[in-house]
C-alpha cells in the first residue's frame, strides 16, 4: 500500500498511461490527428505553437485538482493525479525517444493503431480506478451543479475540441480520421471495463417454477432469485425465476427450462458486470483472482 492506494492499481494505471502516451507521440502526433478531451486540446496547441503536450497536460489539469479533491474523495484524487503525471511522464519519455512509423500514407492504419492504443491505456486506467483528469473533473462539477450527466458533458467537450481541430490545423481526410480513432477508442475502452467475459440474466415464467430453479440449482450449480410479479392482462400473480450464467452455459439453461416446461417464458438479457458468488466470489464467500 503507497499512501492508503493498492499497489495493483496504482502498477496499472502507470501501465495504461505508459500505453496511451506510446499511442499519442507514435500514432497521433506523428500523422496529425486529433483528440477528444484534454488530450485534444494539448494535440492541438502542439500542432499550432508546438507547445510539448507533456507540460501542457500539466498545466491545464493544475486548476482543476484544486476542485477535484473536494469531488473525487481522497483515493480517486489520488488515483487521478497519478494517472495525470504518469501521462505526462510518459509523453516526455517517448517524445524524446520515438519510435519512427511511417504511416502518413495510410491513415487507415494510423487511425486503427491510434484507437487501440488509447483505448487500452485508458480502459486499464478506468479499470483501476484512475482517470488523467481534465473533462472527468469538469463533468462532475457540471453535473453536481447543473444536473447533466456526465457522458453528456463529456461528449459535447470532444465534440468542441474536434470541432476547433478541425477549423484551425486539421484538413477534411484528417477529421475523417480522427471520428475513426475516436470511435474505436471509446470502443475498446468499453471492451476493457467489461472484460471478455460477459454474463447473460435470464427472466423465467412458468406453472412449473419450483422445478426449474431446483434443476438450476442442482444441475448447474447456480442461484436463483423469486421474484413477485403480476400479469397486467391475466390480473393474476405469479413468480418469476430470475438467475445468472455465464455465456456459454446459456443453451444448457435453455435445454434444461424446456426439458421441465416446453411453454415456459423466457427472456434473455446481456449482462456486461456480474459481482458474487460464482462470478467474483467462490462458494467460501472469498475473491476469486482473475
Known amino acids: 500500500m503507497i499512501f492508503g492506494l493498492k499497489m495493483k492499481n496504482v502498477l496499472f494505471i502507470l501501465i495504461g498511461t505508459a500505453i496511451m502516451s506510446f499511442g499519442l507521440v507514435n500514432f497521433n502526433m506523428q500523422n496529425k490527428l486529433a483528440e477528444g478531451g484534454f488530450t485534444g486540446i494539448t494535440l492541438l496547441l502542439y500542432f499550432m505553437f508546438k507547445w510539448d503536450p507533456s507540460y501542457t497536460n500539466l498545466l491545464l489539469n493544475i486548476p482543476l485538482f484544486f476542485v477535484g479533491w473536494k469531488l473525487l474523495g481522497r483515493n480517486a484524487f489520488l488515483y487521478t493525479i497519478l494517472g495525470t503525471v504518469g501521462l505526462s511522464v510518459f509523453l ?34 478506468f479499470r483501476y480506478g484512475g482517470t488523467t483528469g481534465g473533462v472527468d473533473i469538469i463533468a462532475r462539477l457540471v453535473q453536481k451543479y447543473v444536473g447533466w450527466g456526465m457522458g453528456k458533458t463529456m461528449f459535447i467537450f470532444d465534440i468542441c475540441v474536434i470541432g ?28 476493457i471495463q467489461e472484460g471478455t ?65 416446453p411453454h415456459a417464458f423466457l427472456s434473455v438479457t446481456v449482462v456486461h458486470d456480474v459481482h458474487g458468488e460464482g462470478f467474483t466470489l467462490d462458494e467460501n464467500k472469498k475473491p476469486i483472482e482473475i
Not at 511511417?102 to 487501440?116: E, I, N, Q, R
Request: charged residues 25%.
Open 164 to 191: 476547433v481541430s478541425v477549423l484551425t490545423y486539421l484538413n477534411y481526410k484528417e477529421a475523417m480520421y480522427t471520428l475513426v480513432a475516436v470511435f474505436i477508442s471509446a470502443r475498446v475502452i468499453d471492451f
Open 92 to 125: 516526455w519519455i517517448f517524445q524524446r525517444y520515438p519510435i519512427d512509423m511511417p504511416l502518413k500514407d495510410d491513415l487507415t492504419l494510423a487511425a486503427l493503431f491510434a484507437g487501440v492504443f488509447l483505448g487500452i491505456g485508458l480502459g486499464i486506467i
Open 197 to 261: 467475459y460477459s454474463a447473460r440474466g435470464a427472466m423465467i415464467v412458468s406453472e412449473r417454477n419450483e422445478d426449474i430453479a431446483k434443476k438450476i440449482m442442482e444441475e448447474m450449480d447456480r442461484g436463483v432469485t423469486v421474484l413477485k410479479g403480476y400479469g397486467s392482462f391475466t390480473k393474476i400473480e405469479r413468480e418469476v425465476l430470475y438467475c445468472v450464467v455465464a455465456k456459454n452455459e446459456l443453451v444448457r439453461l435453455k435445454n434444461l427450462i424446456t426439458s421441465v416446461d
